[in-house]
């Protein structure tokens, strides 16, 4: 998903980056560099917050079945069509 619908989402339920932060207790570095590059941390309290399995939101670093894809080993996880 689009980093900046991610954003949308987040806001229609009324919260900031900052929001998701304090309530997942982490940094609100690390939620922020979610929406830009593989953060696992931040990833999993905006998908948390929003409802929505990681391998929805980011489609491109999670499977289905919750397996985080690593750039040098994504041909590993490709799932057949």
Known sequence: M???LIRAHLR???YSLDDVAKEAGIGATTVRQALSKPSTAGEKAISKILG???HKLWP???TKDGRRIRPRYAH???ESA
């Open 2 to 4: 689009h980093p900046e």
């Open 12 to 14: 229609m339920k009324g």
């Open 52 to 54: 929505e399995p990681l």
């Open 60 to 62: 491109d670093r999670w």
């Open 76 to 78: 590993l996880y490709e």
